[in-house]
């Protein structure tokens, strides 16, 4: 269906009337809106229908601008309720036509389409059709057959699906967003044979910074915007690209909505900003969401009154996670004697990943030497048990250990390894009859335990854990905030670490008594805790 809000020649069409045919758009039904305009469009009405449209579940489409620069046009401006388009040349290029004729770029930008179309003239014959305005019309199809596919997606599901669809996703930049868009990408995670979908609820646990410049007046009273941050981390890892978007509710289950001001124009629903996101290994990727609230006073002063609609505190998103799913990391890697040989034992994956094999890795003795394919390790009855067992009836002669890691296969390819398990020979071939066995597991989070003994003297150990492989910094640190010890400065892998402080300095000096902070940072994130030496 399509709305003509004014002719090609008339360049002053107002508020109400762009208003207007948003509103007749999303009461007769429309699946996807283009918004392609003459002018800038940063207006109260233009805002309000637009969060109109959005609670009804319309994605809006909206060109980045012609000017070849970084000012925000709107309503592209309102990224986190539109699907904001750049234009490329057929070589790949940014479209440019001038110094100030190209396409727009900026934080706000989502994908690129193509621009430079032959199109059929009013006139008769043919013209070529430039700029942004001839490219957002690809992505607007694009949301239809993602509508057409899914009536039921929401405007963030599928603008997360288009940027996923871009060829440099998840990488993003602010003059191509997340790339050109690519429709068999877009599609193919409608495969039902390898479609996978996690709804997870985040509570809030970031942070609620004030938004410069954002508060405004209604009535006999003062709204200031909080944005709320949620940090995310995708769980399980892919073959291939990996989709995220969220619904954010307030305590009582209702969507947010946008501001209703102009001094509004940088408040919206929660997203996943295009420069949060980044990659980590196995194709999980990481980012930032954001939504907001607003703190409510007196227009002539006082202490605040209430939130709208929630308190920070009370929000929470449901963060939903669409991808290809590759194995998770088998659980469980035990090993024991039985015999003269070592029996392996591990928790079977679960039946819904489809697990063809398992593949076993063997490294011999302490010195730390590198892993080599043992055994594939097919799985009788997928799905059906709780655990499988292998039995390793060749220990090395002459080895004081084996160390062993397991990571698991379906039709979409391989998953994660799983932490691995030391199992002791005593030194002599074959299993000695007191072997030990040590389970090296691998946490769910960045982990830093309180130092033990505490207090100590002359030293302590401290424990920390690492869900992921990182580089990793420990440093004692005095009460003047200055390094007195480098404990660890190396990349490790995933597990449990521990590390003595034998309470000297870098110059291998004691220290005096007194309370001292140890410090981990890491890929993940950071954590400080507190240690007392008592001399």
Known sequence: MNVRICSAVDQYWSDASLSRAILYAVNNGVNVINMSLSKNAKLQLTRNSIAEAYRDGIPIVATMGNNNNS????????????????????????WVDGPEDGSNYGDHIDVVAPTSILTPSKYGGYNTFTGTSSAAPFVTGLAGMIRLVDSNASPTKIEAIIR?????????????????????????????????????????????????NGWFQIGYYIYVPYEVSFQFTTNKATDGKTVIWVDPEDSDGTLFSLGTTEQMSNIGFAAAKPST?????????????????????????????YWTPCAPSEITVTFQQWGRLCPSQPTGLEGEKVGTNIELEWNRNDAVEGVSRYDLERADGEDQGDFYHYAYINDPNPGSGSTITYVDSKPKEGESCHRYRLI???????????????????????????????IISVPRQLSLEQNYPNPFNPTTTIRYGLPHSSRVNLRIINTRGQTVRTLVDEEKSAGWYTVTWDGKNESGQQVSSGIYLYLLETNEGSILKKMTLIR
Request: glycine share 14%; hydrophobic share 30%; with cysteine.
């Open 277 to 305: 996101i980044s990659t980590l290994s196995w194709n999980r990727i990481k980012g930032k969401l954001i939504t907001y609230t607003y703190a409510v006073f007196p227009s002539g002063g006082g202490p605040m009154l």
């Open 408 to 438: 698991a296969e379906n039709s979409l390819g391989w998953g994660e390894y799983c932490g691995e398990i030391w199992v002791y020979l005593g030194g002599g071939g074959g299993v000695p009859d007191s072997e030990e066995v040590e």
């Open 71 to 94: 000012t925000t046009r709107y309503p592209s401006g309102y990224h986190d309720a539109v699907i904001t388009v750049g234009a490329i040349e057929s070589d790949g290029n940014r």
């Open 164 to 212: 996923a669809s871009g060829d440099e996703y998840p990488d993003w930049d602010m003059y191509y967003g997340f790339g050109l868009i690519q429709l068999d990408d877009a599609l193919e995670f409608y495969d039902d044979n390898d479609r996978w979908i996690k709804e997870t609820t985040l509570d809030y646990h970031s942070s609620a910074t004030i938004v410069t």
